[in-house]
């Protein structure tokens, strides 16, 4: 498994402003994912994050929204930009270790827009 | 029909008892199995990882795939008030890695009375 950390466990920000999340690993891992999870709602997956490239976005989800960074093997981050209360929401980082293992998840940022 | 069918419970047993979870799909493609436990204010945590049919089992946690009914059940033995928590089952048709995805239920909030 890995040690994933994400930074913050929570936030409050007002309407119109953008937070970036970010995600540290504590070993390389072969891919990182963005996921968000809404009461009573399954896990939602946002994007793919690809080092080096852009992300691979999942129906309904947006690079002007989310944009995402994956600058190495290790680390990325999310920001979810120009926020509104629908916003609000959990959002997870997940991980892939070595391909075709099961996911294993950050404790996620609880993000709530006023 | 959604791909999966998770009843979101809660579900409330006294300490001790055997606990069933189940999960119901609609995609004979999918192969792989998963449950994860998440508690309160924290990330999902991979618990149980199935491939095809069959039971597995992990100390007092049996995971079952019955791929002719498309059901898949998580069984705890002797309970725990520690086992107090969200289960979500996931599922996927092949290993993950590329553009596969993983479908995930909506999660059932378990507790275990002392």
């Known amino acids: 498994s890995a040690v994933i950390s994400q930074k913050p466990s929570r936030d409050i920000c007002q309407r119109g402003t953008s937070l970036t999340i970010q995600c540290q690993v504590d070993s390389q891992v072969t891919m990182m994912f963005w996921y968000r999870q809404q009461p009573g709602q399954s896990l939602t997956l946002i994007a793919t994050a690809n080092q080096g490239s852009e992300a691979t976005y999942e129906s309904g989800f947006v690079i002007d929204k989310f944009p995402i960074s994956r600058p190495n093997l290790t680390f990325s981050t999310l920001t979810v930009s120009n926020m509104s209360p629908e916003d609000s929401s959990i959002y997870l980082c997940?991980?892939?270790?070595?391909?075709?293992?099961?996911?294993?998840f950050g404790n996620g940022t609880r993000l709530t827009v006023t | 029909q959604k791909e999966v069918e998770q009843d979101p419970g809660p579900l409330s047993v006294p300490e001790g008892a055997i606990v069933s979870l189940n999960c119901t799909y609609s995609?004979?493609?999918?192969?792989?199995f998963m449950w994860y436990r998440q508690y309160s204010r924290k990330g999902p945590e991979l618990l149980m990882y199935t491939y095809s049919s069959g039971n597995k089992e992990d100390g007092r946690f049996t995971a079952q795939v019955d791929k002719s009914s498309k059901y898949i059940s998580l069984f705890i033995r002797d309970s725990q008030p520690s086992d107090s928590a969200t289960y979500l089952c996931?599922?996927?048709?092949?290993?993950?890695?590329?553009?596969?995805?993983?479908?995930f239920g909506k999660g059932t909030k378990l507790t275990v009375n002392p």
């Open positions: 996931a599922m996927s048709a092949s290993p993950l890695g590329g553009s596969e995805k993983l479908v």
């Open positions: 997940s991980v892939e270790v070595s391909t075709g293992s099961p996911l294993h």
């Open positions: 995609n004979s493609a999918f192969q792989y």
